[in-house]
């Protein structure tokens, strides 16, 4: 090693998936000395948080998994054919426990800031408790929808019944049974809670922004003879093919066009494709939906038809109806009895377009045109996305260069791993990495496995610092920026582009080019030898320059 003392080799931030995937493999496989801070009191990350009534998650649990572990695939059995938010967690904690991780885990302890230290070369991380620990590498596993937006409307503090947001749930759960309930916001968080809570209270507002698409998930239990017969014992194959494709899953795109076949097969199609649900609709009907606007408008408007022809108020279709952006630009949703729930005597649905909210009040919400009165308000209202949780801690580079100026135009990264003059400095899913646009464990295990690979090859070199260099970084952020610009992405206000948050610049953050292409240029890079990449002197180099 050269020469830096530190109280640790790397502290990571964050003990959810990326969190506790990166402490096992540095301390498993490199031997490093690492310590994790967590502000939970226990492992998780966003799953620990996000456990609002029907939360869960929108892969197919038997892809939702580390794949480190051989045993630890063949002994783990979920129990949905979707994994539900108390089973994740259970599935995270069963993890801490098999591979003792949580004895470097430090529990209840959000890091505050973090400081390079330019003469001994490492980073200062200070926490919250006032303790500063040292650590060579500093590793974000923060999660990037963790941090909660919520909307500044006028009077929130005055409101005497309870509010909640879905990302900060209470953990003894919300009892809805009586309760005249507001729900703000449908997006995915939005769209997996109303049917629940609509089945509780006593009734149910929901505030809509934006009308959604969501195809049926199809939700159930899991098949026990697919799992058995074809996913265990090829879990290996299953995997691999995951991570080269586009989006971290082991389906394929389809390579069939809408543009070339007749109006009657393509219904026919859509038809088999709701009937399966979930992801698969999109992915299984046509190639070109996601990329070609005419294409995108037939899918688009046959689920406007499943609305037209499963929610019975006409006036509620109209709410109802995605009219303003194409399937697929904001985040696709998949549901279980989301339209139904309109058709249910005990739920409202108010068009914020229409009807904006003026300010909550002591008794509800109050929009131009009415007032609400609930005993609850839930905000559904999602995230400050991808860079929020990174702003929520003072995260200083070299010559003391704020990571909030770095990114004051948008964040800026290479590959989403590093930041120029942040030596050292590495993000599990950060910006400018597909990320949230693909099965997240399998997109966070390539970070954590190249970033180890980084340390060790750093290792070997006898080298302390790496970097991205000022023009790889510059020609990656153009370059992510050039191909979100190609897709469909671009036609909608989406968290993906910051649209959620006022005063947020409007940057398209995750990389859209797909989880097996961007594998490849990574691969790529680290073969050239971490081209892009400007490593510190090695101490022999240091010696010979009688540094
Ligand atoms: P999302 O997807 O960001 O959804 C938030 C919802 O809240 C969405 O419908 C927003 O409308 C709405 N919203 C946000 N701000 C406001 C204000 N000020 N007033 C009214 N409505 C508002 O967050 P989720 O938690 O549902 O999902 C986050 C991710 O978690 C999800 O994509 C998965 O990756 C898992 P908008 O559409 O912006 O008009």
């Known amino acids: 090693m050269p020469g830096i003392r530190t109280d640790y080799d790397a502290i990571v931030i964050g003990a959810g998936f990326s969190g506790l995937g990166m402490l ?46 051989e045993d630890l695939l063949q002994d783990w059995n979920w129990s949905g054919k979707y994994p539900e938010q108390p089973e ?14 949580r004895r470097d885990i430090q529990f209840e302890t959000r890091v505050t800031a973090a400081h390079w230290d330019e003469e001994t070369s490492c980073w ?19 999660g990037c929808i963790s941090t909660g937006n919520i909307p500044d409307i006028p009077g929130l503090e005055s409101f005497r019944g309870a509010w909640h947001h879905t990302g900060a749930w209470p953990h003894e759960g919300v009892d809805f049974t009586g309760k005249r309930v507001a729900v703000i916001g449908t997006g995915s968080s939005g769209v997996q809670s109303i049917p629940v809570i609509a089945e509780q209270a006593e009734h149910l507002t929901v505030f809509q922004r934006t009308a959604q698409y969501t195809i049926p998930a199809r939700h159930g239990t899991v098949d026990r003879k697919f799992l058995e017969e074809q996913v265990k014992p ?27 076949v007749t109006e009657e097969e393509r219904r026919a199609i859509y038809e088999a494709g709701w009937e399966t649900g979930g992801h698969r609709f999109i992915f299984g009907s046509f190639r070109d939906i996601t990329t070609d606007l005419d294409s995108n408008f037939t899918a688009s408007e046959f689920i406007r038809n499943k609305i037209r022809a499963t929610v019975k108020d006409p006036a509620m279709v109209e709410k109802l109806l995605p009219l303003d952006h194409p399937l697929g630009s904001k985040r696709a949703l998949i549901d279980t009895n989301y339209f139904e729930t309109y058709n249910r005597d005990n739920v409202a649905l108010v068009d914020l377009k229409k009807d904006p909210i003026v300010r909550i009040t002591e008794t509800g919400i109050d929009t131009e045109s009415e007032q609400f009165d609930f005993d609850i308000i839930v905000f559904a209202t999602g995230f400050d996305a991808m860079t929020g949780s990174f702003f929520r801690m003072d995260i200083r580079g070299e010559g ?4 909030k100026d770095a990114w004051a135009e948008g964040p800026k990264t290479y590959l989403g791993l590093q930041v120029d ?9 950060g910006p400018g990495s597909p990320s949230v646009l693909s099965n997240m464990p399998v997109s966070i295990e390539q970070h954590i496995e190249w970033i180890a690979d980084l340390i060790a090859d750093m290792r070997e070199r006898g080298v302390d610092t790496v970097q991205p260099e000022a023009k790889a970084q510059a020609d990656w952020v153009q370059h992510v920026n050039d191909v979100a610009s190609q897709t469909l992405y671009m036609q909608a206000n989406s968290w993906y582009l910051g649209a959620n948050i006022p005063g947020k610049p409007r940057v398209f953050m995750p990389y859209a080019g797909g989880v097996g292409p961007y594998r490849q240029k990574c691969v790529e890079i680290a073969e050239a030898g971490y081209t892009g990449f400007d490593f510190g002197e090695s101490a022999e180099e240091r010696l010979a320059g009688g540094g």
């Open 400 to 403: 003391g260069y704020e990571l």
């Open 124 to 142: 200062r991380v200070t926490t919250d408790d006032g303790e500063t620990a040292t650590a060579q590498h500093l590793i974000s596993g923060i």
């Open 24 to 69: 096992w493999r540095l301390r498993e496989e490199l031997g490093l000395n690492v310590r994790v801070f967590e502000r939970g009191d226990d492992v998780g990350g966003t799953w620990y948080w996000n456990r609002y009534p029907g939360a869960r998650c929108d892969s197919e649990s038997y892809i939702y998994c580390f794949s480190f572990s």
């Open 234 to 260: 090829n879990y290996a194959e299953i995997l691999e093919k995951a991570r080269w494709s586009a989006g971290g899953i082991d389906v394929d795109f389809t390579e069939r066009l809408a543009s070339e």
């Open 88 to 101: 994740i967690l259970r599935y995270l904690q069963h993890v801490a426990d098999r591979f003792d991780l």
């Open 421 to 429: 003059r942040f030596p050292n400095f590495f993000m599990i899913t």
